[in-house]
């Protein structure tokens, strides 16, 4: 629950009172218009679309796209799952889960034409800012951005060598990028049709080892050392380039954040892949706001589907998916009573809901359904959207008189990442059952580029925290008293770093594991739908045997971040499940 705050407005914002002004989780915000809401929902479909996720949206305009007539349904007041932009303190519009953008499919850009349906994405650069905390005024901090000489330049502060190594191991990095990247954009290899079928069956599998050959290709006398990179410590990895602890720090919030894992679990440096995947208006690893927030993305690629003729609506919880005699999917029922009947089910859900709460268990094989349980969803983080009336102040990069946003207010800013020891520590204490005392904090501020976002003079602050455990030590709940206690812990530190920012706090909104998994339907607070780790990728996602978006029941498939190639916002997963699903249609 969010804090109850005085909530004062100073000098820079409009001269307004929110007295006392406090949050419940799951408050509905400012209803957005969901784009391409049909009239009435009609009683048959060819494919419905469980979740209007930011994947399901995707799925939809593809199917409706081929031609496939689509309904989207959506349990929340607004579409996008968790990229939403809702209105929690009056005034101030929050990407209140997913707030920075990168992963999505240059293909989807394209195909889907986002640009002429309303997207437009405000890079950054520079991009990530680490103050220090330290003994000298000023401290020092460490500025990252797309110029290189002038990133060589910050770091030589604390490396000559550092400095001299960064583009190699960015050109390092990049190589093993692009040999992954076709992977995203295909199903995983069946491999059960590889050897049982027909000969067209088994050549068609054949065939979809090509992305994965090509890989190898590409990675070619440097496979051992990218193999290195997927299964070692991430904390291993940058031991061998560098040794400025600020640096080290800064790369490896990019190799655990989201995960329950520390710079030194194995299998590590995938997740940083993982986040250096994307790219915005073809600049690799780029990372910007969505203008109007995230929920503008996900109704710009609504009003793509609904261009095409998808009908979308929001308020309509299914409640099971319906089976016909012979165990097809054939529809699915919602919480009102309502039956709606398709030839096609896709679930943007968690194979959590999807398989074990909407279908019926005893129409899975008893080991699927176990494999579903025991993917590991565990969750460290703790998201907190601030209202604020005036830009933090770093004692390392101190605000002008104007109080206008510098170079550095636009960066994602990493705090208490000094050294990776502390990102350890903060795990430690994580896995423990307590929240951490010096959390790993990254702190945007997306109003510095996108002053729509909150009043004049104001601004809103995202706070993607972590380490937090879903469960507490001693079975304590996240009651109000533990939220707010922790919320207390973070801005404790970011006053450190910022003196006066906790006098400028109008209002905040503290959502927890437990409150991420029940507002946006994220399994366990899993921001990925379940861990990025190598037992649960390709092959493995959500279960083997099962990773190429149809399930062990025919006609549903899962086309959400649960299924290949995981989480972020992506589109990847919609894409490719759409495509699967349409190879079928044609041939019901």
């Not at 309303?118 to 680490?130: E, H, K, N």
């Amino acid at each position: 629950m969010a804090a109850g705050l005085w909530a004062r407005l100073g000098t820079g914002c409009p001269s307004r009172w929110l007295q006392g002004w406090h949050l419940s989780p799951g408050l509905p915000g400012a209803r957005l218009a969901h784009a391409g809401a049909a009239d009435r929902l009609q009683r048959e479909y060819d494919a419905v679309v469980i979740g209007a996720g930011h994947n399901g949206l995707v799925a939809a305009a593809y199917l409706q796209r081929a031609g496939v007539r689509t309904a989207v349904l959506e349990k929340r007041h607004v579409l996008g799952g968790a990229a939403v932009t809702e209105e929690i303190v009056p005034g101030f519009k929050f990407s209140r889960a997913s707030y920075l953008l990168s992963l999505l499919r240059p293909q989807i850009y394209a195909e889907l034409e986002l640009q002429r349906h309303g997207l437009r994405v405000l890079p950054r650069d520079p991009y990530s800012f680490t103050p220090l905390l330290e003994d000298r005024s000023p401290p020092r901090s460490l500025l990252l951005g797309h110029d290189m000489a002038q990133t060589q330049r910050q770091i030589a502060q604390f490396s000559q060598k550092d400095a001299q190594a960064y583009p190699d191991y960015e050109s390092f990095m990049g190589g093993l990028v692009s040999a992954l990247d076709p992977l995203l954009d295909a199903p995983p290899v069946d491999t059960a049709a590889l050897g049982q079928g027909p000969l067209l069956q088994r050549l068609r599998a054949l065939q979809a080892l090509w992305p994965l050959l090509r890989a190898g290709l590409v990675l070619g006398w440097q496979l051992p050392r990218y193999y290195e990179v997927l299964t070692a410590p991430i904390s291993k990895i940058l031991d061998q380039w560098f040794e400025s602890e600020p640096l080290k720090a800064t790369l490896a919030t990019d190799a655990v954040i989201g995960a329950m894992a520390s710079p030194h679990t194995p299998g590590s440096g995938y997740v940083l892949l993982h986040h250096v995947m994307g790219e915005l208006e073809g600049r690799r690893g780029a990372w910007g706001y969505v203008a109007g927030g995230m929920g503008a993305l996900s109704q710009a690629i609504a009003r793509a589907a609904a261009a095409w003729g998808a009908h979308i609506f929001a308020e309509k919880a299914v409640c099971h998916v319906l089976l016909g005699r012979d165990g097809r999917a054939q529809g699915v029922a919602l919480q009102d009573g309502t039956e709606v009947r398709s030839k096609l089910v896709l679930s943007n859900a968690s194979p959590q809901i999807t398989f074990l709460e909407l279908t019926p268990q005893e129409q899975l094989p008893k080991d699927f359904v176990q494999r579903i349980r025991q993917v590991d969803t565990r969750s460290p983080v703790t998201k907190i959207n601030v209202a604020v009336d005036r830009l933090p102040s770093f004692l390392a990069a101190p605000n002008t008189r104007d109080g206008q946003p510098l170079p550095h207010h636009q960066c994602s800013i990493h705090l208490n990442c000094e050294d990776t020891h502390l990102l350890h520590q903060a795990f430690t204490e994580a896995t423990h059952g307590y929240p951490s005392t010096r959390p790993m904090i990254e702190l945007c501020i997306p109003s510095a580029l996108d002053p729509g976002l909150a009043p004049r003079g104001c601004h809103i602050v995202s706070l993607f925290t972590q380490y937090t455990p879903s469960m507490l030590a001693g079975g304590r709940p996240w009651d109000e008293q533990a939220r707010n206690a922790y919320a207390d812990t973070v801005f404790d530190c970011i006053e450190a770093y910022a003196p006066g920012f906790k006098a400028s706090v109008i209002g905040r909104d503290i959502l927890t594991p437990p409150d991420l998994e029940r507002i946006f339907g994220l399994p366990g607070g899993n921001i990925f739908h379940g861990g990025m780790s190598l037992d649960q990728l390709y092959f493995a996602r959500p279960a083997p045997f099962y990773s190429g978006y149809r399930s062990p029941i025919p006609s549903l498939y899962l086309c959400g971040s649960g299924a290949h190639p995981g989480g972020g916002v992506m589109g990847a997963a919609g894409r490719n499940a759409a495509r699967v699903a349409l190879e079928d249609f044609r041939h019901l």
